[in-house]
Nanobody, 123 residues
């Protein structure tokens, strides 16, 4: 599976942005997918994840209520809707496929990382 993230850009604080992760390959719809973000000089951190059938979602506690993850299997796309954005949300956002383990929140549980999309929130 190959993943490509897109949709990033520059937005003002308080606004919304939707970023997408498109999966390619014969098993593209069979994977749980996670979003992570990495700010300059900081570690890559978990944002949200969705199970392969969309039946389960996970969020970083600090982002619950502002971010929403969904999937459109017809388009092999996983979408991250980000609302009420803050300057602290500025980062490169990456998507990746989740492995078979039970951990949903750590980078080691994911692979097939996409190239990332830059989100910049101005104050």
């Amino acid at each position: 599976v190959q993943l490509q993230a897109s949709g990033g850009g520059v937005v003002q604080a308080g606004n919304s942005l939707k970023i997408s992760c498109v999966a390619s390959g014969p098993t593209a719809n069979s994977n749980s997918i996670g979003w992570f973000r990495q700010a300059p000089g900081k570690e890559r951190r978990f944002v949200a994840a969705i199970s392969w059938n969309g039946g389960m979602t996970h969020y970083a506690d600090s982002l619950k209520g502002r971010f929403a993850i969904s999937r459109n299997d017809a388009e092999k796309m996983i979408v991250l809707q980000m609302n009420n954005l803050r300057p602290g949300d500025t980062a490169v956002y990456y998507c990746a496929t989740k492995g078979s383990g039970s951990n949903w929140y750590e980078t080691f549980a994911y692979h097939n990382w996409g190239q990332g999309t830059q989100v910049t929130v101005s104050s």
